[in-house]
């Protein structure tokens, strides 16, 4: 009969009924079984021996993985958190996918969600000094940074504020002098400037020399407070000392012109008293006797202003004026002149070798009434009314100082 395939086959045709089908049932196809019994080809769309694996078992677990071995199945490479075969990506401990493949082409590093106190997504971090420190910690930022910003503490090797100077400046250069005084840098003074010219320390001592003996202040020195008050003190002592000296040479020389305007007036005072004896000597002297008047020239001494009276003992001068004795003694002591007309009187003059007149005015033969001049004696009054002293003693006031001589 004929078969499916339109064969006419059995009975006596020598042909198998649809032996003609392949293995897909198509007439005259080309399926057929593969090594593994699989129907392939043809239009089954199976490839041949494809049900073989990697390692050729038929149906094998065997496959090539994405890391290009041949391995079972249960054995083949993990793909990573990012879905990479065999990658290296690892989710980190705040849940990202991270690290491996992912670092190297997106800088997305493990745990870089994770402040350095650990907490995801926290705020702590590391300050200055390197210190984990603010929220989720129990550090204040930055606390171990000293006054000068310098990191302290542990692990850093450096003391507390270690980098001020002994002015308290940060990385100032003001050092502790030999006399343990801070000096140099921003202090203005100048180091060792305590110690004396001995070089000891508060020693006080400016002058090893001796020549301005401050040797005598050093005990004073040495008790003042602090290098700079003793330095003060010392210049105090310099200028007072020198202040002296000045005041004290300045005294000197006045005493000296004192002493020596002092010896020049002695001396002129004894040369003045001299004259006035040799003129006295030379002074003829009268007894006074009213009957007589018209042998004096005048009848009241001009001198203490008295009236001659009997008995008195006058003194004529050159000029021809005639005074009490004692008056013209007296008068004589402060000048050598006439009281009446300033004629000078001499120690040559006089002495009954007759009258010095005057230059030729022919002064005062009767001038007993002429007043004196003003150029009486610069010391007092001799001359003049209320010098005299009662009735009895016509004492002129002697004259304390003198004037020129004659
Ligand atoms: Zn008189
Ligand atoms: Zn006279």
């Known amino acids: 009969m004929i078969d499916q395939c339109g064969v006419c086959a059995?009975?006596?045709?020598?042909?198998?009924?649809?032996?003609?089908?392949?293995?897909?049932?198509?007439?005259?196809?080309?399926?057929?079984?593969?090594?593994?019994?699989?129907?392939?080809?043809?239009?089954?769309?199976?490839?041949?021996?494809?049900?073989?694996?990697c390692n050729g078992e038929c149906f094998g677990l065997h496959m090539v993985d994405q890391c290009g071995s041949c391995v079972m199945l249960a054995d083949a490479c993990p793909r990573d958190c990012a879905g990479v075969w065999g990658g290296d990506a690892i989710v980190d401990d705040c849940g990202r996918c991270s690290g491996g493949h992912l670092e190297r082409s997106h800088n997305i590093r493990?745990?870089?969600?994770?402040?350095?106190?650990?907490?995801?997504?926290?705020?702590?971090?590391?300050?200055?000094?390197?210190h984990c420190s603010g929220?989720?910690?129990?550090?204040?930022?930055?606390?171990?940074?000293?006054?000068?910003?310098?990191?302290?503490?542990?692990?850093?090797?450096?003391?507390?504020?270690?980098?001020?100077?002994?002015?308290?400046?940060?990385?100032?250069?003001?050092?502790?002098?030999?006399?343990?005084?801070?000096?140099?840098?921003?202090?203005?003074?100048?180091?060792n400037q305590a110690k004396g010219c001995d070089g000891v320390c508060n020693s006080g001592k400016i002058d090893c020399d001796g020549f301005f003996g401050m040797a005598d202040f050093g005990p004073v020195i040495i008790t003042s407070a602090g290098s700079l008050c003793g330095l003060?003190?010392?210049?105090?002592?310099?200028?007072?000392?020198?202040?002296?000296?000045?005041?004290?040479?300045?005294?000197?020389?006045?005493?000296?012109?004192?002493?020596?305007?002092?010896?020049?007036?002695?001396?002129r005072q004894e040369q003045h008293e001299d004259l006035t004896e040799r003129v006295l000597a030379n002074l003829p002297t009268h007894i006074y006797d009213a009957s007589c008047s018209d042998a004096f020239s005048n009848t009241t001494c001009s001198i203490c202003l008295g009236e001659f009276e009997n008995g008195e003992e006058l003194r004529k001068l050159p000029c021809e004026h005639s005074f009490h004795a004692e008056c013209v003694a007296s008068w004589l002591n402060v000048r050598h002149t006439c009281p009446l007309c300033v004629q000078p009187i001499s120690a040559a003059s006089g002495a009954g070798r007759g009258a010095v007149r005057g230059g030729g005015d022919g002064r005062p033969r009767g001038g007993a009434a002429t007043p004196p001049r003003a150029t009486t004696p610069p010391s007092g009054a001799p001359i003049g009314p209320g010098v005299r002293t009662g009735g009895g003693?016509?004492?002129?006031?002697?004259?304390?100082?003198?004037?020129?001589?004659?």
Request: charged content about 25%.
């Open 393 to 406: 003693g016509r004492r002129p006031r002697t004259p304390q100082a003198w004037a020129e001589g004659p």
């Open 135 to 191: 929220p989720g910690t129990p550090r204040v930022p930055n606390s171990n940074r000293d006054d000068c910003g310098v990191c302290t503490g542990k692990g850093t090797g450096v003391q507390w504020n270690e980098n001020k100077d002994c002015a308290g400046n940060c990385f100032g250069a003001a050092k502790y002098d030999d006399c343990g005084v801070c000096a140099g840098g921003s202090t203005r003074r100048e180091p």
């Open 232 to 267: 003060t003190l010392i210049i105090c002592i310099m200028v007072v000392r020198s202040r002296l000296r000045e005041h004290r040479q300045e005294m000197e020389a006045r005493e000296q012109a004192i002493a020596r305007v002092e010896r020049q007036r002695n001396r």
């Open 10 to 53: 059995g009975g006596t045709t020598g042909y198998n009924y649809n032996q003609n089908v392949d293995c897909n049932n198509d007439c005259f196809g080309t399926a057929n079984y593969d090594g593994c019994n699989i129907c392939a080809g043809g239009r089954t769309g199976v490839v041949p021996e494809s049900s073989r694996d």
């Open 110 to 130: 493990a745990n870089m969600d994770m402040d350095c106190a650990g907490v995801c997504h926290g705020y702590a971090f590391e300050d200055a000094c390197g």
